[in-house]
C-alpha cells in the first residue's frame, strides 16, 4: 500500500481523505498494525484506483494486493505469511495488516 500511495505521489493525509479514514489508520495499516475490513480495503482501492484482489489460503494466510487495474491476477504480488499478514512484499503492493 505504501509504494503504491508514493507512486501516486500520495501522502498519507491524501489517502486518508480519499478513503474516509484517519492518517494514524493509515499509518497503522502501512504498519501491519490492524486488520483492514472489506469495505476499507475497497475505499482504499478506490482512492488509490486500484484493483483490488484478496486471496485466502488456509494454513497460508492471507495475501491483499493493490493492482493496475490493466493487470490480471498474479500479476501484481503480495505479502503473505500465515495466520495473517505482516509488513512485506513481493513484486506489488500489498496491505499489512494481522488476521484475529
Not at 500500500?1 to 492518517?23: N, V
Not at 480495503?41 to 494466510?61: D, N, Y
Not at 491483499?64 to 509488513?87: M, S
Request: proline fraction near 7%.
Amino acid at each position: 500500500m505504501r509504494e503504491r500511495r508514493g507512486r501516486a505521489g500520495m501522502t498519507q493525509t491524501r489517502l486518508a481523505e480519499l478513503a474516509g479514514m484517519t492518517q494514524a489508520a493509515v499509518s497503522r495499516l502501512e504498519r501491519g498494525k490492524c486488520m483492514p475490513t472489506f469495505p476499507l480495503l475497497e475505499r482504499i482501492s478506490a482512492a488509490l484506483e486500484a484493483t483490488l484482489l484478496v486471496a485466502v489460503e488456509p494454513g497460508r494466510g492471507v495475501t491483499v494486493t493493490f493492482t493496475d487495474p490493466d493487470e490480471g491476477p498474479g500479476r501484481g504480488g503480495g505479502a503473505r505469511v500465515p495466520g495473517g499478514l505482516i509488513p512485506g512484499q513481493r513484486n506489488g503492493d500489498a496491505v499489512a495488516a494481522r488476521a484475529s
